[in-house]
């Protein structure tokens, strides 16, 4: 999710009653259910240690103890500032109740970073596999907005009720706050309701007397009835929209076959490369176009994409034969010369040679 979500469903948390028991609740969930995200620093170090780390030891449950410790001595530091300022909480912090906060937090981070379907590995490094729901797109204002409402109906109401000589409570907006949080838990049940729904509308289907490998649903953002499907056969890839409001696979026949084309020298050489490997070991459904060389030495560029993220009618839509294909989110591009050498390798705006 993105990170204002995770920063406003820590925050939602602790006005959900937890900053009744110990000053500095909220903020420490605040800032722990951000803070996992700090490996996008990484990306300085190039497209294939950024992406090959990203969600990584920050979003497993190995790491979360020390996410926690980091938010909480964070939060210690802005305390001691704040005291020498003469500045206190409404209750005097607890700081080992707030170290459970903080892994509270962390572990809401990986919580919410499952329910899409970039996934996360919460069991690495003792298990490699990655584990994604698939109900929510990365952004997802049916999440947010929720959220967002916990945190300002208090304070516009409050402000009403100053006007009228109403009597302020000490901690505001518990209820508002466990509403929010069941109304989010609300959308992820219709969700995956509906996301197993269209699995189950995709493998009732007929692909060219192929025998489905494996079958993808990919959300939309807002519309829960709405899913990007993708089956697996042995020889190609399907994609299609899939409406589960009505019960169809392909209501307008706007269904796309890709062959997988044959394995090839320059396509093993682009996914034996670095950027190949880590792109591969995440990708879940990963088509391969090579493109004609286009450079004077004879460079060849090879473009590997995860059709979960080829969305037809979006801003994450993929060109065939694009030039921009290498700034689409989520697909990796590999140069190679004529020796089969790696020139280049970017993913987005990234590139590493």
């Not at 110990?22 to 420490?28: P, R, V």
């Not at 109403?166 to 466990?178: D, E, L, V, Y």
């Not at 307008?252 to 996914?271: I, S, W």
Request: proline share 7%; glycine share 8%.
């Amino acid at each position: 999710m993105d990170p204002i979500t995770h920063t406003l469903f820590g925050a939602v948390m602790g006005r959900a009653g937890l900053n009744r028991t110990t000053g500095l609740a909220t903020a420490t969930l605040a800032l722990s259910a951000e803070l996992p995200d700090i490996d996008v620093v990484l990306n300085f170090a190039g497209p294939v240690v950024s992406f090959g780390n990203h969600r990584g030891i920050t979003h497993t449950f190995l790491g979360a103890p020390f996410v926690a410790a980091a938010a909480v001595g964070i939060v210690y530091a802005w305390y001691r500032w704040m005291r020498k300022r003469g500045r206190d909480t409404k209750l005097p912090p607890k700081w080992k109740l707030l170290y459970a906060y903080g892994l509270l937090g962390a572990l809401s981070h990986v919580l919410l970073d499952f329910t899409n379907n970039y996934g996360v590995r919460p069991l690495s490094p003792f298990l490699h596999e990655r584990y994604a729901w698939d109900i929510v797109f990365i952004i997802e204002p049916t999440v947010t907005l929720p959220l967002l409402l916990a945190l300002v109906l208090p304070w516009f109401f409050g402000l009403i009720g100053g006007e009228v000589g109403a009597k302020r409570t000490k901690f505001p907006g518990r209820a508002a706050a466990i509403t929010m949080l069941v109304v989010v838990g609300c959308v992820w049940w219709l969700r995956d309701f509906h996301h197993r729904r269209a699995i189950a509308l995709l493998g009732q289907q007929h692909y060219e007397e192929r025998e489905p490998l494996r079958i993808s649903a990919s959300p939309y953002m807002l519309n829960p009835f709405r899913w990007l499907g993708v089956v697996e056969t042995e020889t190609a890839f399907f994609t299609m929209p899939v409406d589960t409001l009505k019960g169809e696979v392909d209501p307008q026949r706007t269904m796309r076959v890709r062959y997988k084309p044959e394995e090839t020298p320059v396509t093993l050489a682009a996914k034996s490369s670095p950027l190949g490997k880590v792109y591969l070991d995440w990708a879940r459904h990963p088509y391969v176009d090579i493109m004609v060389p286009d450079r004077p030495q004879g460079d060849t560029t090879v473009v590997i994409r995860d059709l979960r993220y080829d969305y037809p009618d979006n801003r994450l839509r993929f060109g065939d034969d694009s030039d921009n294909q290498d700034r689409t989110p989520l697909t990796m591009r590999v140069v190679l010369d004529s020796q089969l050498r790696v020139v280049e390798q970017r993913m987005g705006r990234h590139v590493e040679k």
